[in-house]
């Protein structure tokens, strides 16, 4: 499985971005797509998650209601949409896939397969 991120970029506070994560190789319905951040001198955190099928999405609280995940079917690929950014969003932005269960799914460390970060700047 190989995963390619993209979308990164610089906007001020309350701007929009969208991340992608194309997807190529044999993945699972039941696997997960998650997206994960990592700041300077922090752990990489969860952000959201997708279930492969579709069914199932899960947000990190600080950022539900502003960031929506979808898998676009045609071309395998997850989108992040990140609305209403906030510069505690900034961060280096990451994709991967695996196969967690869904109770943990938050778990990066579950997660076999990362693409590149993709840099996400949030100015105030």
């Known amino acids: 499985v190989q995963l390619q991120a993209c979308g990164g970029g610089s906007v001020q506070a309350g701007g929009s971005l969208r991340l992608s994560c194309a997807a190529s190789?044999?993945?699972?319905?039941?696997?997960?797509i998650g997206w994960f951040r990592q700041a300077p001198g922090k752990e990489r955190e969860f952000v959201a998650s997708?279930?492969?099928?579709?069914?199932?999405?899960d947000y990190a609280d600080s950022v539900k209601g502003r960031f929506i995940i979808s898998k676009d079917n045609t071309n395998n690929t997850v989108h992040l949409q990140m609305n209403a950014l906030k510069p505690e969003d900034t961060s280096v932005y990451y994709c991967?896939?695996?196969?967690?269960?869904?109770?943990?799914?938050?778990?990066?460390?579950?997660?076999?397969?990362w693409g590149q970060g993709t840099l996400v700047t949030v100015s105030s």
């Open positions: 991967a896939a695996g196969s967690p269960t869904w109770a943990r799914a938050r778990d990066n460390r579950l997660y076999r397969n």
């Open positions: 190789g044999r993945i699972f319905n039941n696997w997960f």
């Open positions: 997708i279930m492969w099928s579709g069914t199932r999405t």
